[in-house]
C-alpha cells in the first residue's frame, strides 16, 4: 500500500513570495491533515479535512494560509506571502475517519526554506 | 501550561539497556495515545498507540498507559543504536481525532 505522497520535498524562497504544498493521502483515506513542524518542536495541526470538507482550521494563520481539498482526495496548502517565521517542515497526514482511535500516518513533507 | 509534556532530553542509554521515555498530558477526557519515532529529517512514525489503561507490548515496545495520573510511557528493550531518534507523544482530545504533540525526547543509544 503507498504511503502518503507530497511535493516538493524542499523549497526555499523569498519573504512576501507565494508557495504551495501537495498531498495525496493513502488510498482510501477519508481525513487529512496538515501540520506545520518548527525545528526542535513538535508537530502543530494547521487543518484537518474530512472528504472534501473542513473539520478544523483553528490553529490556521488565515490571513496567509490556505487549503483546499475539492474533491475529496488530493489537497493543496497555499503560503502567500510567506514571512521568515514560517520556515518550517510542513507535514501531511492521513486517516482512514474521524474517530480518536484512527491511526495517522504521515507524508515525507515539505521543507520550507523563507529567505 | 503545555498540553503534553515530554523531557526534551537527550536521554542516552547503553546498547542492550532499557529506554523508559514519558509523557504527561493535561486533558483528562483524552481517549488516545500515540508515539511516533522522527528520525533527525524525517517524518515522523507511527510505533505505538494505547487506549486503555495498562501495558501494550509490540516487540521491544511497551506503551503503558495510566489516565488517572495523565501519563503515558514508553519502554524500548534490549536498547540499539538504530533506535537514536526523537519520540513524540501525541494525544487525541476527548473527541474527534486532532492531535497534540509534546515536545519530544531525544533518545541516542550509545555502542
Known amino acids: 500500500e503507498a504511503g502518503v505522497a507530497q511535493s516538493p520535498r524542499y523549497k526555499i524562497i523569498e519573504k512576501r513570495q507565494s508557495v504551495a504544498f501537495w498531498c495525496n493521502p493513502i488510498?482510501?483515506?477519508?481525513?487529512l491533515y496538515w501540520y506545520q513542524q518548527i525545528l526542535g518542536q513538535g508537530p502543530k495541526l494547521l487543518i484537518q479535512f474530512q472528504n472534501n470538507g473542513v473539520v478544523d482550521d483553528s490553529q490556521l494563520p488565515k490571513d496567509r494560509f490556505s487549503a483546499e481539498r475539492l474533491k475529496g482526495v488530493d489537497s493543496t496548502l497555499k503560503i502567500q506571502p510567506a514571512k521568515l517565521e514560517d520556515s518550517a517542515v510542513y507535514l501531511c497526514a492521513s486517516s482512514f475517519s474521524l474517530g480518536s482511535y484512527n491511526e495517522q500516518f504521515f507524508g515525507p513533507g515539505t521543507r520550507l526554506t523563507v529567505l | 501550561q503545555k498540553e503534553v509534556e515530554q523531557n526534551s532530553g537527550p536521554l542516552s542509554v547503553p546498547e542492550g539497556a532499557i529506554a523508559s521515555l514519558n509523557c504527561t498530558y493535561s486533558?483528562?477526557?483524552?481517549?488516545?495515545f500515540f508515539w511516533y519515532r522522527q528520525y533527525s529529517g524525517k517524518s515522523p512514525e507511527l510505533i505505538m498507540s494505547i487506549y486503555s489503561n495498562g501495558d501494550k507490548e509490540d516487540g521491544r515496545f511497551t506503551a503503558q498507559l495510566n489516565k488517572a495520573s495523565q501519563y503515558v510511557s514508553l519502554l524500548i528493550r534490549d536498547s540499539q543504536p538504530s533506535d537514536s531518534a526523537t519520540y513524540l507523544c501525541a494525544v487525541n482530545p476527548p473527541a474527534g481525532n486532532m492531535l497534540t504533540f509534546g515536545g519530544g525526547t531525544r533518545l541516542m543509544v550509545k555502542p
Open positions: 486533558d483528562r477526557g483524552s481517549q488516545s
Open positions: 488510498s482510501g483515506h477519508a481525513t
